[in-house]
């Protein structure tokens, strides 16, 4: 993307990188993120070698990418984590109407094809990752910690306008092989 999430992690973080596989995307990031680096994805194979990272994150990207190419974006994701690395992802909920509606009334979203939190957990454990975990968020849009504590308290219900799956890359020890 354009660097969003970046320019919030990249003074919290040793190393960033980022990948798209829009060429303007990436120009766009670069300017506003300095301290990331992002490369171009070719939509078939990350530019990292395995198990480069100890974090792999995607945020609203998959309801942009064709349902026929989501796994193998996971796969790879999964593949440039280090074992008991771990890989997350935000998404549109589709359960909550109001995400519906403004993904309906998007322009970049015009294309989208949200996602249901089950399913991609389904293609996390698919792609090898294990202790899956999951939880729906953005139920209540005041920032107040009363209001922080009780989104805490509901993100197993799956009425949050976003949702985020992680899982981490197992770990094979030497007498496992």
């Given at each position: 993307?354009?660097?969003?999430m970046s320019g919030l992690l990249a003074p919290h973080v040793r190393r960033l990188y980022?990948?798209?596989?829009?060429?303007?995307?990436?120009?766009?990031?670069?300017?506003?993120v300095p301290l990331a680096r992002f490369l171009r994805y070719d939509g078939r194979r990350?530019?990292?070698?395995?198990?480069?990272?100890?974090?792999?994150?995607?945020?609203?990207?998959?309801?942009?990418?064709?349902?026929?190419?989501?796994?193998?974006?996971?796969?790879?994701?999964?593949?440039?984590?280090?074992?008991?690395?771990?890989?997350?992802?935000?998404?549109?909920?589709?359960?909550?109407?109001?995400?519906?509606?403004?993904?309906?009334?998007?322009?970049?979203?015009?294309?989208?094809?949200?996602?249901?939190?089950?399913?991609?957990?389904?293609?996390?454990?698919?792609c090898g990752l294990e202790r899956i975990e999951h939880s729906y968020l953005l139920f209540?849009?005041?920032?107040?910690?009363?209001?922080?504590?009780?989104?805490?308290?509901?993100?197993?219900?799956?009425?949050?306008?976003?949702?985020?799956?992680?899982?981490?890359?197992?770990?094979?020890?030497?007498?496992?092989?």
């Open positions: 993307g354009t660097g969003s980022g990948t798209d596989v829009a060429l303007a995307g990436l120009l766009e990031a670069r300017r506003r990350l530019p990292f070698r395995e198990g480069s990272f100890d974090f792999a994150f995607a945020a609203c990207v998959l309801h942009h990418v064709a349902v026929d190419a989501r796994p193998g974006l996971l796969v790879e994701m999964a593949r440039v984590v280090r074992p008991g690395g771990v890989v997350a992802v935000f998404e549109h909920n589709p359960w909550n109407p109001v995400t519906r509606w403004v993904v309906a009334r998007c322009p970049l979203d015009r294309d989208a094809v949200l996602l249901r939190c089950a399913t991609l957990r389904r293609l996390l454990a698919q209540f849009p005041w920032q107040r910690l009363l209001w922080q504590k009780a989104e805490a308290a509901v993100g197993w219900l799956p009425l949050g306008a976003q949702y985020w799956v992680a899982g981490s890359r197992p770990i094979t020890l030497p007498f496992q092989r």
